[in-house]
């Protein structure tokens, strides 16, 4: 039987985040400083770490066709910051004077205190979870299975609507282009930062760099997008076997702009014949990486097993990184997996425990211990990556 270990809770001070509870006659009135309360919490954690709890490894049950929803639920919940963030959420009412709808974040946070704090290892319902993210995406009503990539896409979209801190609207469209690429991207970053600013994008926000080459002039333009995840085409090789490697760099390859397709040259004015790259300018703190599993059209889809080979440490990005872009090197913590085919199959979750060290299959309502060595599959559909240490450290400075 594994040991379970709970968060002891002061007298006067709520771990969950939520309103103050009992105080003494001495402090009667007078709630607990925001900052004596974070040390109070990190306090807990720390505690929690060095004993070596079996936080975090509590399962989620099946609603019905629901395992999409917990694989990406227990990334998520496995995602050292993100995590924290929900457990010493404390400014729902702040938000809500902002105007933001809170209903969302209140019920992820909840389900993710409930996985890092419960007494025992007994799964837990995502009922009141559903039942919110119902409301924010309408498409998720029911109990159809789902992809699980999309829903990550609405997940991470509504928490972030949820606690966006900016109040101020897009500015008009600027003229950027007689600035320096590096210049450019930081203009376009800012601006984009201006109406999205919250810990999500925090996270899990990146900026693409996107050249387009005249083939007639050689004049160069560059566009520069926020992306929150990249969605890698799988590389088809002679062997059964490919590299996570050889799928960014089908991804960032130089493609041929010709035909119907030919953009309009700003020097030339004209269409003509371009060719087209993308790099990476902006690597955010927690990449997430789309293996395109599912080919298209659907009157004509299938899966695709190939096995795509990745590296769970030292992922080393510098390759795709734009001139003037920092690059970064990350360690895998999570994989969403599909298994089956597109008929039908079953997702689960294989998360390295923040706390232990130790990775972990989550398969809904089951929670068992697993070698490294098994992490690699020809199911992995999502992967998680976090920056090193000393290279998010790099990124903050």
Known sequence: ??????????????????PFGRQDSRRKNRPMSRSVLMSTFMGLLINQAKNKSSQGLVGLRNLGNTC????I??????????????LRYIHPAELSRCGNQVALMEEFAKLTKTLWTSVN???????DFKTQIQKYAPKFLGYNQQDAQEFLRFLLDGLHNDVNR?????????????LSDTEKSQKMWNRYRESEDSKVVDLFVGQLKSSLTCSECDFCSTMFDPFWDLSLPIAQ?????????????????????DGEERPTCQRCKVRRKCSKKFSIQKFPEVLVLHLKRFSEPPSHAKKLTTFVNFPLTELDLGE????????????LYAVSNHSGSILGGHYTAFCKNPALEQWYRYNDSRVSPMSASEVHSSD????????????YQTQRL
């Open 237 to 257: 090789k002679d062997t059964e076997e490919v590299t996570l490697t050889d799928c960014m760099r089908l991804l960032t390859r130089e493609d041929v702009l």
């Open 121 to 127: 290892s007994d799964a837990v319902s995502p009922s």
């Open 380 to 391: 992995a559909y999502v992967l998680f990556y976090e920056l090193t240490p000393h290279q």
């Open 320 to 331: 795709f990184a734009s001139a003037d872009g920092v690059h970064a090197v990350y360690s």
């Open 166 to 178: 900016a109040t101020v609207c897009p500015r008009v469209t600027e003229d950027f282009d007689h």
């Open 1 to 18: 039987m594994r040991q379970s270990y709970t968060l002891t809770e002061p007298d006067n001070v709520s771990v969950t985040g939520f």
């Open 68 to 71: 999409f929803m917990n694989s």
């Open 73 to 86: 639920l227990q990334c998520l919940s496995n995602t050292p910051e993100l995590r924290d963030f929900c």
